[in-house]
């Protein structure tokens, strides 16, 4: 009996071990099925994701863009349909001299409505048209103008190309110029004296960013008109080549203008960056005294954003060479065209968020400007000299309402023309 129990002892143990064999093989056949199962659930949500971020990618292709290397931030926009969508911004102001109350003025300074619209992934379509101070006619002062109307296709995500009636890469204005995008009820002077934001010619452009932070932009573009230097109007004094930009308008094509642009944003809140147009302007006119003349422009500008702080400087200077014989044909003329004029600002603000979207941001900036630092061409009889060199303060608070729908206040004081001491009041908003 006893051997009999010894016998069946091994084969016991035989047994237990070929049925824990068997469940172990069952439970691993059991947890295979079930991996093959999960994974094959797991690559279906992949898919999924691929194609939503799929998705988003085409959304964001087809959101506004502005900057030259980059896109202009809009906050939101409304579609129209796949692919399309609409934006608008607007900019309503107040101004109260401070000498002479009798001055004061209400201007809907402009009114910009525009579209974008997405062929596929790499081409798009971008168009604005633009109301400045509300009417137009053949009596009122207003103006209706495309600002901007071209074709942009992507080669790859860092590299692309424009064609049409492009923004030129200048300062931080020129291209970002929506209300909301700076403090003060107008922009800085001169940003729009020195540099004639906005400044947009037609023609072709490249562009790309890279990974390390460097964006960059150049291109070929219809230019400056020296023949429509009218030296009997104060214009010129105000902004010398805003009288000269041609816009796209029937725009004279015989010399041809280059530009170029390059920004560094390696550091978060940091961008540093210059740029420059330069171009013939006679355009080979019959009998006309200037034929070589060129104009050039260029500026250095830095942005920095620490936390709640907002500093920014821009330096851009402007030349126009070869005019000498036009200015000595100007008789008594009280304008006549600059050789060099130039001018810089530095502004500092203060970010403080309010509850919901709420945020004020008190500011102030300095500038100092000259539109005619030096002349050629002045004969006896013409009592021209350089001009002296104007300082304008400007302090004042934005309140935002939304993040793209902001109030303005600020005051403005002028060292030489104390006449244009005011204060100035805003509404304004984009999409």
């Known amino acids: 009996m006893h051997a009999t129990k010894n016998r069946q002892l091994p084969l016991a143990i035989a047994t237990s071990i070929a049925l824990a064999l068997a469940s172990a093989n069952a439970f691993a056949q059991s947890n295979e099925t079930q991996l093959l199962n999960r994974l094959e659930q797991l690559a279906g949500e992949l898919e999924k994701v691929k194609a939503e ?20 931030p809009v906050s939101a926009s409304s579609r129209l349909g796949e692919g399309t969508q609409l934006t608008a911004y607007g900019e309503i102001n107040y101004s109260r001299p401070r000498r002479d ?4 003025q209400a201007d809907v300074a402009r009114f910009v409505t525009g579209f974008q619209h997405s062929f596929n992934e790499k081409t798009k ?14 009596s009122d002062n207003g103006e209706v103008a495309v600002e901007q109307v071209f074709v942009e296709h992507r080669f790859n995500d860092s590299f692309g190309a424009r064609a049409g009636l492009f923004l030129i890469p200048l300062g931080l204005i020129n ?3 929506e209300p909301h995008t700076f403090y003060s009820v107008n922009r800085p002077t001169v940003e729009t004296a020195i540099i004639p934001s906005t400044l947009r010619e037609a023609g072709v452009q490249l562009f790309g960013e890279q990974d390390n932070g460097i964006s960059w932009s150049t291109g070929i573009t219809t230019g400056f008109d020296l023949s429509k230097w009218d030296p009997l109007k104060v214009e010129g004094v105000e902004s010398p080549l ?3 930009h ?3 308008q029937l725009a004279r094509s015989k010399d041809l203008s280059f530009f170029g642009a390059l920004d560094w944003r390696g550091i978060p809140g940091l961008r540093v960056g210059a740029g420059f147009t330069t171009g013939k302007a006679g355009h080979g006119t019959k009998g006309f005294l200037a034929p070589n003349a060129r104009t050039t422009l260029a500026d250095v500008h830095v942005q920095w954003t620490p936390g709640a702080w907002d500093f920014a400087a821009v330096y851009a200077r402007g030349t126009i060479s070869g ?10 003329a009280p304008y006549l065209v600059p050789k060099s004029f130039d001018g810089y600002y530095a502004q500092a603000a203060y970010k403080i968020p309010l509850s919901g979207d709420y945020r004020l941001s008190p500011f102030t900036r300095i500038e100092r400007i000259n539109t005619g630092r030096s002349f050629d061409g002045v004969v006896a009889g013409q009592n021209v000299t350089a001009y002296d060199t104007e300082t304008i303060w400007t302090t004042g608070v934005s309140f935002n309402i939304a993040p793209t729908v902001v109030l303005k206040a600020d005051y403005q004081k002028y060292k030489i023309v104390k006449d244009s ?5 805003g509404l304004g908003f984009s999409f």
Not at 323 to 332: M, Q
């Open 101 to 104: 109350s009798s001055a004061t």
């Open 53 to 72: 971020l799929k998705q988003m990618k085409q959304k964001q292709d087809a959101t506004p863009v502005l900057i030259a290397q980059a896109a202009a």
């Open 175 to 177: 291209q970002n110029h």
């Open 242 to 244: 805003r009288t000269l």
């Open 421 to 425: 001491d005011r204060i100035n009041l």
């Open 125 to 138: 379509v971008v168009a604005e048209l633009e109301v400045e101070h509300a009417v137009k006619s053949s």
């Open 323 to 332: 005019a000498g014989a036009l200015n000595a044909s100007f008789s008594g």
């Open 246 to 248: 041609q816009e796209g």
